[in-house]
Structure formats: C-alpha cells, structure tokens
C-alpha cells in the first residue's frame, strides 16, 4: 500500500473519485433565474456523472460561490458527499477589499495577485462561509503571485489542511516551473508527501497553445505559451489533473451564425458539424473530443448552464473514441485557419 491509498482510504474519508468531466459554475448567481438555471445545470451534470465542481473566490465577486453552496444544500447527503468542489484564490479585482482587509482599507485600485499566507486563510474563510461548507476538496491558486515565495503559500496551505478547512492545492495560469516548484514544495513539507491535485489552464480549439507547442516546435509558427510548454506532458507523467478552462472556446465552434463572413472559426464550426454529424455525436462532445483524444487525460472545465449541451458534453469520451486521426489534424487545422508546416 503507498502512502497514497492510505491517505485516501484510511486516515482521512474517502476521496470521491474526480470525474473527467468538471462543472464550472462562473456564470452562476443567486439572483433572479440564475438559481433556476443552476439547479438544472447541476441535476444536468449528475445525469452526466459529474462528479467536481469548481468556483472562484472572484466569480461573481463570490455570488458564484454562494450559488453552490446553495444548490449543494438542496442535495440529499449521500449525493452531496459523491461531489467534490473546488474553488480559488489569489486575484483581487479593482474595486473590491480583500477578505480580511482592515476597516477602512480602500478598494484594489488595479487587478492584482496575491498568494501570501494571509490572504489565502482569509480567502479561504470567507470562500467557506459563502459554500455554506467547513471544507473544501480543493484550493487552487488562480494565478501567480510573484512577490510571494511558494514556500510561503504551501506552508499556509498545510495550515489550513492541518485545521481540516481543505484536503488538496491545485495551480492555476502558472508557468512549469512555478507549478512544478508548488508540487515538490508540497511532497517535501506536507507529512504524506502528496504533491498537487490539479493544474488548470485554458486550452481548447480555440486556445491551441500548448497543443501547438507540441505540434510546431522547431518552427516559426509556433505560438508563445508563458512558460507552460511542458506542463500538459509533466502533469500526465506526475499523476496531476491537467483541467482545460474555457474547453467550448464559449460556444463559437458549435454556435449556429447566420453571419455570411468567413473566418476560421465559422469554417472550424462547419468542420465541427460534418464531423459531429458523420459520427452521430453532438458537436460539444466532438470539441471536447479534440481534447480528450490528446494523451495528457484532460478534465474540459466546462462553463454551460445549459442542461441539454451538459448532456451533450458528457458524450466527449464517445466522441474521443470515435474521431480518427485524421479527423483530430483536420479539426486542428481548421481552428488555426493556415495548414501545418
Ligand atoms: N482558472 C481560470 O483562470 C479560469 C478562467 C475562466 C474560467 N474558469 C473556469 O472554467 C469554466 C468554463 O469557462 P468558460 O465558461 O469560459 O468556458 P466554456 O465552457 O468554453 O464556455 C461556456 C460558455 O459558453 C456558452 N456556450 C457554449 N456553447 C454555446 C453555444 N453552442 N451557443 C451559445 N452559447 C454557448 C455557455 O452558455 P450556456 O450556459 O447558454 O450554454 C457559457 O456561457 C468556468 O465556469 C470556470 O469554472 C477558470
């Protein structure tokens, strides 16, 4: 038995197994039709075996996340228990006081990041108090801070996991070698040697670059990627979720237009729609698709409230299955507009 299987099955409960498909709730909110709509999306998503959710301390300046806990609320126990929520911290938006600010503190005057050990306890506090919870699965850093050594971040991390208020860190928008630093910063300090749970970029049709640092390297074509070039191959080969934000590109490949203008994206779309139509699958599993027949196990982050395209997204392991190799290049090429090298 590793230390793993004993963290998971006998010291603390259970871990829920992550399923491939996430939930994203950042359009969710408590007023007018959007509990409605969150409620289907939700009972939508556990049709679909959905088993993660994930928030954002900032989404909705925290109205998403007392959306979930809202809609966790209504779930019967043994249902609740089956799901695991994620949420984040560490940007604070122009306009808004951080959590645990001072009385009197001014508003941000700009966007900025902060991972120090203050504001993830505070943002953490008041991330549990708005998901109606006293523990969460899951707590990504949004993104990177650089004033804050992540030592420093992963020792207050450790705090609150040693207190029970979180189980597992994950990354978000970092490059390798800050990831990769959080992770073994993790084995090294945590008591078990856990490393990260999950890594989340954007990454879809519509943001190629990691694929195509893949694909183009050695060539002028090759889009810059911040760094993160090698993070989908390191997380595979660490046993870390890679989770794909953003993974329906919002729509624009399975979006009908009547615009008469071509560009690449309406001619990916038609692309999507002959392939989706060749393989009887709906075009939402054939986007997806594209990103689960990559070999890095990617989580599609999904952001619809739309029960009938969650429904349609959960066919993306269908989809991946079915789409040949020729289909996955002409899909790539269609969403880069130009052939390949
Ligand atoms: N880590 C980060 O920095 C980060 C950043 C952004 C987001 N996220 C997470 O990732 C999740 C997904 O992100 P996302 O919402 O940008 O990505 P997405 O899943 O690509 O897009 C979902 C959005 O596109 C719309 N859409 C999809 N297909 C459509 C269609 N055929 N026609 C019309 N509208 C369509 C959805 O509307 P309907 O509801 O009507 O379907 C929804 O508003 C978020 O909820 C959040 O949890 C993380």
């Not at 108090?129 to 420093?152: A, F, K």
């Not at 070039?229 to 009547?258: H, S, V």
């Not at 027949?293 to 991946?320: E, F, Q």
Request: net charge negative; with cysteine; aromatic share 4%.
């Amino acid at each position: 038995m590793t230390a793993m299987d004993l963290y998971h099955d006998d010291v603390r409960a259970p871990r829920q197994t992550a399923s491939p498909l996430v939930l994203g709730t950042m359009g969710w909110g408590t007023d007018g039709e959007r509990p409605v709509r969150a409620a289907a999306a939700l009972d939508a998503a556990l049709a679909a075996g959905v088993t993660v959710l994930d928030t954002a301390d900032i989404y909705g300046d925290g109205d998403s996340e007392r959306a979930v806990g809202a809609a966790l609320a209504g779930l019967a126990p043994q249902v609740r228990d089956g799901l695991r929520v994620q949420t984040k911290c560490g940007i604070v938006l122009p306009g808004t006081r951080p959590p645990g600010a001072a009385p009197g503190t001014c508003p941000a005057p700009t966007t900025r990041y902060d991972s120090s050990p203050h504001h993830l306890k505070a943002s953490l506090a008041a991330s549990l108090e708005r998901l109606g919870t006293d523990r969460v699965d899951t707590l990504l850093i949004h993104r990177p801070d650089v004033l804050t050594p992540v030592e420093d971040t992963v020792r207050a991390f450790l705090d609150e996991r040693e207190a029970g208020r979180v189980e597992r860190l994950g990354v978000s928008n970092l490059p390798w070698e800050r990831a990769q630093r959080f992770h073994t910063a993790l084995r090294s300090l945590s008591a078990d040697g856990t490393g990260l749970d999950c890594v989340q970029v954007e990454l879809g049709l519509h943001h190629r670059a990691l694929v195509e640092a893949a694909v183009l390297a050695n060539h002028d074509d090759a889009v810059p990627t911040s760094g993160a070039a090698t993070l989908p191959q390191w997380c595979a080969d660490e046993g870390i979720a890679l989770q794909a934000w953003g993974p329906l590109g919002q729509g624009r490949y399975t979006r009908r237009t009547t615009d008469e203008a071509r560009n690449p994206e309406q001619d990916a779309a038609v692309v999507v729609e002959e392939i989706a139509e060749r393989l009887g699958q709906p075009g939402e599993a054939v986007v997806l698709g594209w990103l689960r027949r990559l070999p890095w196990d990617v989580r599609p982050v999904v952001g619809t409230m739309d029960p009938g395209r969650i429904a349609a997204c959960s066919r993306a392991d269908d989809a991946a299955a079915a789409l040949d190799h020729s289909d996955w290049y002409r899909l790539l090429t269609a969403a880069r507009g130009v052939p390949l090298p």
